[in-house]
């Protein structure tokens, strides 16, 4: 009997140990997974909520609560101009709502400049940054870019015509000079929808530009044709004085007249002879 006691003895003895070893390797387990997760939160950027579209919207199109939908988005990347409840994007309350100005895609969050305010008409009056007004020009094929002109892009603007006395000399004749420069497009004919894809033929384009600017334009518009030359979004140099006339493109170099030759000064008298007047050179003194 004792020695079945002492081997049972010894066998609980063993099971005790092996499920102590067994419960310090779980709970080891558990630790170690417990740090991973602590690790794991630390490097997690943290996110918050903001409104985005759920479908595509178009410009001109009303954003109602059923167009809308939260996500969470990376806080340190957060753009400027999200609305992050719907006190802020309804701030006027339902019946007042915001207008798209620009188009966009499903789950992007709506951006305060690309909507209007609460209730106000999504026009170009929308786009017109203050001080600056609306002007239109005629286009075609060739001085509107073949087409690929969009709202929010920025053009140089040339004018072509005759200039005619001037400042004297050789200054008349067609002319090809750079009058503005930089200038932002808000509208492609009858839209301002930056959002459009594809290259489509334009008869007229919109520019922002300040009320000195509108006089110039109407002035070279009514006197000439005006051109069109686009600018790369990322460029950010200015163009200088730039003036093409036929002599400069064809590389004649203007020539001053040649002096007029000075008539000899010639002296005479004049005599008659009977009923004949005949005139006698003879040296001039002075």
Same mark, same amino acid.
Do not use: C, H, N
């Given at each position: 009997m004792r020695a079945v006691f002492g081997l049972v003895l010894v066998v609980g003895m063993g099971l005790a140990g092996f499920a102590i070893y067994m419960v310090q390797g779980y709970f080891q387990e558990q630790n170690a997974n417990l740090e991973l997760q602590r690790a794991a939160m630390e490097l997690a950027?943290?996110?918050?909520?903001?409104?985005?579209?759920n479908r595509v919207m178009e410009h001109g199109?009303?954003? !109602?609560?059923?167009?809308? $939908?939260?996500?969470?988005? /990376?806080?340190?990347?957060?753009?400027?101009?999200? &609305?992050?409840? +719907?006190?802020?994007?309804?701030?006027?309350?339902?019946?007042?709502?915001?207008?798209?100005?620009?188009?966009m895609e499903p789950n992007e969050p709506i951006l305060?400049?690309?909507? !209007?305010?609460?209730?106000? $008409?999504?026009?170009?009056? /929308?786009?017109?940054?203050?001080?600056?007004?609306? &002007?239109?020009? +005629?286009?075609?094929?060739?001085?509107g870019v073949s087409g690929f002109l969009n709202a929010g892009d920025r053009v140089d603007i040339y004018w072509t015509g005759r200039v005619d006395g001037i400042g004297g000399g050789n200054n008349n004749g067609e002319v090809t000079q750079l009058i503005q420069a930089g200038i932002e497009l808000v509208a492609i004919d009858q839209t301002?929808?930056?959002?459009?894809?594809?290259?489509?033929?334009?008869?007229?384009?919109?520019?922002q530009v300040t009320p000195n600017q509108v006089a110039a334009l109407a002035q070279a518009q009514a006197t000439g044709n005006l051109s069109l030359s686009l600018v790369g979004r990322e460029d950010d140099t200015v163009a200088g004085a730039i003036e093409v006339n036929q002599a400069s493109l064809l590389g004649i170099v203007a020539q001053a007249p040649a002096p007029e030759a000075q008539a000899e000064e010639t002296c005479s008298i004049r005599t008659r002879r009977g009923a004949e007047v005949i005139d006698i050179a003879i040296p001039c003194t002075n």
């Open positions: 950027i943290p996110t918050v909520d903001v409104y985005a579209v199109e009303q954003i !109602t609560m059923e167009d809308t $939908i939260v996500i969470k988005y /990376a806080e340190p990347f957060l753009p400027e101009g999200v &609305f992050r409840t +719907e006190e802020e994007l309804f701030s006027d309350g339902p019946d007042e709502l915001r207008v798209v100005l620009r188009q305060a400049t690309k909507v !209007t305010a609460p209730g106000e $008409i999504g026009g170009i009056t /929308a786009l017109l940054a203050r001080g600056m007004r609306a &002007f239109t020009i +005629e286009v075609d094929v060739s001085s301002s929808d930056s959002g459009r894809i594809g290259a489509r033929i334009a008869r007229t384009v919109t520019v």
